[in-house]
């Protein structure tokens, strides 16, 4: 039977996992709940690693892979039949079943029309009828040279990630049979999405690699140190929240400038202050203002951002709990990071030939629904910022 969510698929063309917010790193500029709830998951985290009991239900490691896509069984709108199909990230462009599909849909993109050629060829051997929409990345190519052998590795890159294995294990002559690697993380046709799909509810296919993203806590090394300068940062933040005055009051109308700030000082690794948020929402909203031609409108967007600009002036001390709880609370959240990087990991992994870690992790919790439940955890300060910096991206 095709469920409605699959028929919804189908004719609306368009499902995607929307923004997974980073642990310790946004839910306090939303409210004062989502702070609490973040909290608690961070703590839930650090105990998990601890080897307590927690509200952790499964780790992952996320996947560097290009492009995102979607694949799996679902109605084929040209002639009502069911069918195998794969879409690139959300599918705003809509579903290829057939080959003829996928020039139609990404003739402007010959490289990307190239890889979905590749998943519509073989991803049907992998994913069947019973797997749902699974949402994935293309992690590599053997046709198209990005699965390769060097030396005694087996390499695949298909973003700024190049992974690596030894080519004599047992996955290693997987992937070196492979024609396509791909990760398939989460199952999207279902009311609440099912985040960290394990690898092995997939089948094996000699011609379709899938990246191991399976990670649990026999793998970390969560030592003590690391557990006590968690401890020390998280109640310091703890410390600075409890001082801000009208929390909710407080991010209210700013929550999105907040985070391309955070976002903007993640390039150069500098810490916020709150001189540095007053010019860039100076910044920002001034070039919201040039960017209109009527005057009415001007006006109105000019006492917008001097509006904003007066709160943030009345609200310094306020501001300054804030982003010391934020600095606290990335400082907290790196500990744990750190010591999964410092874990065992299926692969190697590098950046430009310099040895590197994970993107980093995707964390399900127990309890609540969909994205409720869910969060990422990077450390920022490592891989965004060679991300952002990397002009190949």
């Known amino acids: 039977m095709i469920n409605n969510f699959t028929l919804f698929l189908s004719e609306e063309k368009n499902a995607s996992i929307p923004h997974l917010r980073h642990l310790a790193g946004e839910s306090h500029f939303y409210s004062s709940k989502d702070t609490t709830d973040e909290l608690d998951r961070l703590d839930n985290l650090h105990k998990y690693l601890k080897n307590e009991k927690s509200k952790v239900e499964s780790i992952s490691i996320k996947a560097d892979g290009s492009p995102a896509f979607n694949a799996g069984h679902l109605v084929d709108p040209s002639d009502g039949q069911y069918k195998f199909g794969v879409a690139y990230k959300g599918a705003a462009r809509g579903w290829a079943f057939t080959h003829d599909d996928v020039d139609n849909l990404y003739s402007h993109n010959p490289t990307l029309r190239d890889k979905m050629h590749q998943l519509l060829e073989h991803g049907s051997k992998v994913v069947r009828p019973q797997h749902g ?3 994935g990345d293309f992690m590599g190519s053997k046709q198209n040279g990005t699965i390769s052998t060097e030396g005694n590795k087996v390499k695949f890159k298909e973003n700024t990630i190049e992974y690596g294995i030894d080519k004599n294990s047992d996955e290693g002559k ?23 799909v394990h690898p092995s509810k997939f089948p094996h296919s000699d011609d379709v690699h899938i990246f191991n993203n399976y990670a649990n806590r026999s793998m970390f090394k969560y030592d003590e140190p690391k557990q006590n300068t968690f401890e020390l940062h998280f109640n310091k933040a703890k410390e600075a929240l409890g001082k801000i005055e009208d929390h909710d009051n407080l991010v209210a109308g700013h929550t999105d400038h907040l985070q391309t700030y955070i976002n903007s000082i993640v390039k150069t690794g500098k810490n916020p202050t709150v001189s540095g948020y007053r010019s860039h929402v100076a910044k920002r909203m ?36 804030l982003f010391k709880a934020h600095t606290h609370l990335d400082t907290a959240k790196n500990q744990m990071v750190d010591a999964m990087n410092e874990g065992q990991q299926h692969y190697e992994h590098n950046i430009k030939g310099e040895q590197t870690h994970p993107e980093g992790y995707v964390v399900k919790f127990q309890g609540g629904d969909g994205l409720d439940n869910v969060a990422k955890v990077v450390n920022r300060g490592e891989f965004s910022r060679k991300n952002f910096l990397d002009e190949s991206i």
Do not use: C
């Open 174 to 196: 997987k992937l070196n049979k492979a024609k396509i690697s791909v990760a398939l993380h989460t199952r999207i046709d279902k009311e609440n999405p099912e985040f960290n």
């Open 133 to 135: 929409i699974m949402q």
């Open 286 to 321: 001034q070039s919201a203002v040039d960017k209109v031609k009527r005057q009415a409108t001007k006006d109105i967007k000019t006492k917008e951002m001097n509006d904003a600009l007066m709160h943030i002036d009345l609200n310094v001390n306020n501001f300054k709990h």
